[in-house]
């Protein structure tokens, strides 16, 4: 069973230039969800999907930070436009539930550099 | 607000000890607790949920166990190996609802041979 795939792994852009992740779950898992960790950190929820619909975009700096996961399958989440302090690992999990006791299963993430 | 603490130096032990990593977690009362590992360049990866009824928990070589009096979860590691060096990190539901986790900063943990 193939894993949750990420791309790219790494990118790096100057300051105010857009960047965009994509994200392809477990095939069957509804629930996805984007993770910002930073060097020496745990993750941090930005968002979470069940199906197509964002039910916890809270920690989401709405002003730069977009996503969308239009059919309920791959998800996209873009930045635009970048800064310095949005340099860390993007991660991408998905499980097969809704409750925060079900197994997560991330991607590598990509790393992002902000120049 | 919620908080989780783990050691943020790292554990250097020694191969065939038993590594132990702890989670304290303050102003809340989980129903239960996740550990994950998480290797350099990769995604965290699911060990162990261990509820507020368990107090232990065993898979293979490792054990959890959960102190709610405490407001601790440990994590054990028995005849550790080189290749069980990695960074733990524990997680909570958090305590504000929306099915989410809060993730601990981690413990790297290093076993040499």
């Known amino acids: 069973e193939a894993g949750v795939v990420q791309s790219p792994r790494y990118k790096i852009i100057e300051k105010k230039q857009p960047v965009a992740f994509w994200c392809n779950p477990i095939?069957?898992?509804?629930?996805l969800y984007w993770y910002l960790q930073n060097l020496g950190q745990g993750p941090e929820l930005l968002i979470r999907y069940e199906n197509e619909e964002a039910v916890d975009d809270s920690q989401l700096p709405k002003d730069r930070f977009s996503a969308e996961r239009l059919k309920g399958v791959d998800s996209t989440l873009k930045i635009q436009p970048a800064e310095l302090g949005d340099s860390a690992v993007y991660l991408c999990?998905?499980?097969?539930?809704?409750?925060?006791?079900?197994?997560?299963?991330f991607g590598p993430g990509t790393r992002l550099t902000v120049l | 607000s919620q908080k989780i603490e783990q050691n943020s130096e790292a554990l250097n032990i020694q191969e065939g000890k038993t590594a132990t990593l702890t989670c304290n977690y303050t102003n809340y009362s989980p129903a239960y607790l996740q550990w994950y590992r998480q290797d350099p360049g990769r995604g965290p990866v699911f060990l162990l949920l261990i509820r507020e009824n368990e107090k232990e928990k065993r898979k293979e070589r490792l054990k959890v166990t959960f102190d709610t009096t405490l407001k601790q979860s440990l994590f054990h590691i028995t005849a550790s190996q080189p290749a069980d060096s990695a960074t733990y990190l524990c997680?909570?539901?958090?305590?504000?609802?929306?099915?989410?986790?809060?993730f601990g900063a981690g413990t790297r943990l290093a076993v040499h041979p």
């Open positions: 095939s069957g898992h509804n629930t």
């Open positions: 999990a998905s499980s097969v539930g809704q409750g925060s006791y079900n197994e997560q299963f």
């Open positions: 997680a909570l539901p958090f305590s504000g609802g929306y099915n989410k986790l809060i």
